[in-house]
């Protein structure tokens, strides 16, 4: 026994040493390194594509495997990244894995190692890590090219919210590279001296074309990109299959948005169909629907799956049914109507077979006149319904639809069809009105009527009869047609008391007889009129019950009271009513409405009850009164504007408001102080009264300055802003002047007018022509007793004997002869006398001669008025007068004198006055004569008489000069 215990334990030992070594030799067999890893590039994606195998695969046996992968940029002592890759193993398989890199390829080089370990439970003893593999570099920059800046990555792809990371490498070592996205600047940081990274986050959605990017460098050059953005894929909605004929399923979903980029070359999502149940798949050519086929076999459940996918993501519905609970019969056909009445129709259609669903409920709407009117039927094949009560002449609308009766799913769609009844004879008689025109000897009568409801027409109305009766004498009819669509009629009647019927007819019969009576007593016509107030909801009125012999009563109006044809327009009301709200669409703020209240008799004649008139809205008054000034005093004027019309106003005119300015700003007793739109202030009186239209202005000054200005007012406000008028007041006094005035030219004027009559009478008495020398008569006013038949005088037949000359001492001849001007324009003195002595030798001194002065020849002189003969001063001896010239010289003179008489000589430029022997002194000339004169001695005969110009006439002589026959007096001296 110990023997075998000894050899037992031995051979356990040495079996033990055996599994022991087995299990080392196996587990260094085992060693599953990865080899022959192999790394490629995808620039679209930005990934890496790792290949590898697994040796030393005991007994070609399928393992399950975990490999750990590392990743490093730039350095393989930078661990950026580590990833565990769970995948079971076969015997010299190849294992694929990607990787996509957040950090575009382009802006590092990579380094990727791998190494595995088994994880498989039956295989606990090899659950150890192998050893990495060799470093695996992976670079593109030197495939990059010479350019001095570029922009990674290109025409990337992400969803709509991603973050995105995008580097700008320079061949140069530079640290200043700026990124903008759409124009904004974005910042980054610095992976290396020639490496610059930006990181976006939540990139949006800005447009189908992309999303712009472009970086600047150092030396201004710029590189930019497109990063397209797409929207996020949405998972179906409203999923759901049905079938119309039990042979076809029609899926249908709401896809969403559209994550398609036309630019990027990105197509839009796809969707697949896949039933559970059968497990066949169908790639659906739509976006929203997809049709599947159904088999002939028995399945009545179906599990469908739609996948939706794009190029990012995928994203799947489920749905679950039985067939029989998704029919959707399709819309019936063939709808048709027979026996077709004023009042019924019938109405068939069919529908389409549903294999193994016989019965349908089918459900039929009738809409006509505003109303509808559903019903439902069951149908298998063929579908039937009866109409009833339907109105004549109406057209219908009528629709049906089916729908599954075991199982409902859902109703067909309406099947739509029209049809019209029958027309039948007008059912109510038309309501009529009229309106009374009295004239003399006639009246004018208008008939109106409202056109038939649809309802009571009962057909399309043809014509109108009008039946004129007389009730004074019956057997008196007149008919009369009126084609429609007429409403109306004008009738001239006389005072005859007159019955009226108005029937409607189309073309199968007459509606009832509404019947007016025209009384021969026009009855009272006058009523008080009462205003009333309009609101939104039309007019509300009442009137006083009548109750004896009453049918009704009727609101007559007028739709449009302003134009010149009134639309109108009446109600009816019944006889237990006194009250009414009239309504209509037309009725406008600011517009005056009149209404008539008729009570109607048990013989239907009208009387007027009351009158109404009011506005649905009162406004201001649109326009103001022509005001007009009279009555104008020192201390008021009366404002006037009786022009003013009042009903043609949007609203009751309450009143008018007198604006009164003045420089005072004293407002007197009834005027309060305003302030106007223009902050101007100003005195106001309310005038309370409407019909008050002239107002006086008392308590001014005079001659004061004042403006005024009247608008009038309503209960919604007053008149628009207007221009002040302006008037000033007269002085105190000044009608009295005007009252005296006023009369002096009345009498001057009527005394010029009589004048201008008596214009010949006037210059006869006061201004006669002036008379012909050679047929004057003032000789014969002289008496001589020598020579009693004395003819008018001629000059060559005188001899004078004195001149009269006529002077002035301060104008010399030199200036008379230069300026011709007239003796009447200077200060003439007193006239001078030439005293001229007798031819006679007996002449001892002054004769008893006069002198005369004959006007007639007068023309420039006539200031002077002393005529008469001077004696001669002591001094001057007989013998030195005489004339200043030669006897021919004088007459020269005298001749040329009296020629100048006759407008030869212009005035100023001589004066004579002829001076007669025969004229005795004037007694007038008191500065002519001598206080005590010497008594004239009796002139023994006629001298002729002559005259001297005054331009004849020398200069005093000097004290050497002496004068032979003339003598001339001092200046200042007088005739004595």
């Keep these: 026994m110990a023997l075998f215990a000894v050899f037992q334990t031995t ?44 040796h030393n695969f005991p007994y070609h046996q399928e393992l399950k495997m975990l490999f750990q992968i590392q990743i490093t940029r730039i350095e393989t002592s930078n661990v950026t990244w580590v990833r565990n890759y769970t995948t079971a193993v076969k015997w010299n398989q190849v294992l694929h894995w990607s990787w996509e890199s957040e950090l575009p390829l382009e802006c590092a080089t990579h380094f990727v190692r791998i190494r595995s370990r088994v994880d498989d439970a039956r295989f606990p003893e090899l659950s150890f890590w192998s050893i990495w593999s060799s470093w695996e570099e992976v670079s593109v920059q030197n495939s ?57 986050k939540n990139v949006p959605f800005i447009r189908e074309r992309g999303t712009n990017i472009f970086c600047k460098g150092k ?114 056909f063939s709808v ?42 069951s149908v298998k094949v063929n579908g ?15 629709q049906v639809r089916c729908a599954d009766a075991n199982h409902f799913w859902k109703w067909s769609e309406w099947t739509v069809q029209n049809f019209i009844t029958s027309e039948a004879a007008p059912s109510e008689a038309p309501d009529v009105w009229r309106k009374v025109k009295s004239e003399p000897g006639i009246r004018t009568v208008t008939l109106f009527w409202k056109p038939l409801s649809k309802l009571h027409a009962n057909g399309k109305i043809l014509f109108y009869n009008v039946v004129i009766e007389n009730l004074d004498e019956p057997s008196r009819l007149k008919f009369l047609s009126v084609p429609a669509p007429a409403s109306g009629i004008q009738l001239t009647l006389d005072w005859c008391s007159y019955q009226i019927h108005v029937t409607a007819n189309n073309s199968i019969g007459t509606s009832p007889a509404s019947v007016i009576v025209i009384s021969g007593d026009p009855g009272n016509e006058e009523a008080e009129e009462e205003r009333i107030n309009g609101t939104e909801d039309g007019f509300s009125m009442s009137w006083k019950p009548q109750t004896a012999d009453l049918t009704g009563y009727v609101v007559e109006w007028c739709d449009h009271p302003q134009d010149s044809l009134c639309d109108v327009q009446w109600k009816n009301i019944g006889p237990n009513t006194t009250s009414t709200v009239i309504r209509s669409d037309v009725f406008r703020p600011g517009v005056r409405y009149n209404f008539r209240i008729y009570r109607i008799s048990t013989k239907k004649v009208a009387y007027l009850l009351e009158k109404k008139t009011g506005y649905s809205q009162e406004l201001a008054p649109s326009d103001n009164p022509q005001v007009a000034v009279s009555n104008l005093t020192s201390h008021s004027f009366t404002l006037n504007w009786n022009n003013y019309p009042t009903e043609s106003q949007p609203g009751f005119i309450r009143g008018y408001h007198v604006y009164l300015k003045s420089k005072a700003m004293q407002c007197h007793q009834g005027f309060e102080k305003a302030v106007l739109s223009d902050d101007s202030v100003c005195c106001k009186y309310k005038v309370d009264n409407p019909e008050q239209k002239t107002f006086i202005v008392e308590n001014l000054q005079p001659e004061s300055f004042y403006e005024f200005f009247v608008t009038p007012y309503t209960s919604v406000g007053e008149g628009p802003n207007g221009t002040f008028t302006k008037v000033t007041t007269p002085d105190e006094y000044s009608h009295m002047l005007i009252s005296i005035i006023v009369p002096m030219i009345v009498c001057v004027l009527v005394i010029g007018i009589v004048c201008y009559l008596k214009s010949q009478w006037i210059k006869e008495n006061c201004y006669p022509d002036i008379p012909d020398p050679y047929k004057s008569s003032i000789l014969s006013l002289i008496k001589s007793k020598e020579n009693p038949h004395l003819t008018i005088m001629n000059v060559n037949d005188c001899i004078p004997d004195a001149i009269e000359v006529m002077n002035k001492p301060e104008v010399t001849k030199i200036q008379l002869l230069g ?89 100023g430029e001589a004066s004579l006055n002829y001076v007669s022997q025969l004229a005795s002194p004037m007694s007038g000339d008191k500065d002519g004569l001598p206080t005590n004169p010497p008594v004239p001695a009796h002139c023994s005969e006629y001298k002729m008489q002559m005259a001297i110009p005054l331009c004849l006439a020398s200069p005093p002589p000097s004290e050497n000069s002496s004068l032979s026959s003339v003598s001339l007096l001092n200046q200042g001296e007088h005739c004595h």
């Design 219 to 332: 030396q201004n050059n710029i590189k930019g990109i497109v990063l397209f953005v797409s929207k996020v894929l949405e998972e179906p909605k409203d999923f759901s299959c049905e079938t119309q004929d039990a042979k076809t399923l029609s899926c249908t979903w709401d896809p969403g948005s559209d994550t398609g980029l036309a630019w990027s070359k990105q197509p839009s999502q796809s969707y697949t169909l896949f039933e559970l149940f059968s497990g066949k798949k169908k790639l659906c050519e739509h976006k929203k629907c997809c049709n599947w086929e159904i088999t002939q076999d028995s399945q009545e459940m179906y599990n469908f799956t739609l996948v939706a996918e794009n190029y990012l993501r995928k994203r799947s519905v489920n749905i679950l049914f039985n067939l029989t609970h998704r029919v959707h019969p399709k819309p019936p």
């Design 819 to 907: 300026t011709r001007r007239s003796l009447t324009e200077t200060e003439l003195t007193k006239p001078a006398y030439l005293y001229l002595l007798s031819t006679e030798n007996n002449y001892s001194g002054p004769g008893p001669c006069i002198c005369f002065e004959n006007f007639t020849y007068n023309q420039a002189a006539s200031d002077c008025s002393s005529c008469g003969h001077v004696p001669v001063p002591q001094e001057v001896s007989p013998g030195q007068l005489g004339l200043l010239t030669s006897p021919e010289n004088l007459l020269k003179a005298i001749e040329k004198n009296y020629m100048n008489s006759l407008g030869e000589i212009p005035a």
């Design 11 to 54: 051979f356990l030992f040495a079996l033990l040493s055996l599994r022991t070594y087995q299990s080392e030799v196996l587990a260094e067999r085992l060693l599953l390194t990865p080899e022959s890893l192999k790394i490629s590039i995808n620039s679209t994606c930005q990934c890496l594509h790792l290949q590898w195998t697994v």
């Design 384 to 398: 039937e319904y009866h109409f009833s009560k339907l109105e004549p002449d109406t057209e219908y609308v009528t």
């Design 144 to 200: 990059l090219g010479q350019d001095t800046l570029l922009v990674f990555p290109k025409d990337k792809l992400v969803e709509e919210g991603s973050n995105v990371t995008l580097c700008a490498i320079s061949q140069s070592n530079q640290n200043s590279i700026s990124c903008y996205l759409e124009g904004e600047q974005i910042h980054g940081g610095q992976l290396n001296p020639y490496v610059s990274t930006f990181h976006l």
């Design 336 to 377: 048709n109507f027979e026996n077709v009445s004023a009042t019924s129709a019938i109405m068939t259609w069919k529908v389409h077979s549903i294999r193994n669903h016989p019965t349908l409920l089918c459900q039929v709407e009738l809409h006509g006149e505003g109303k509808m009117v559903q019903h439902n039927v």
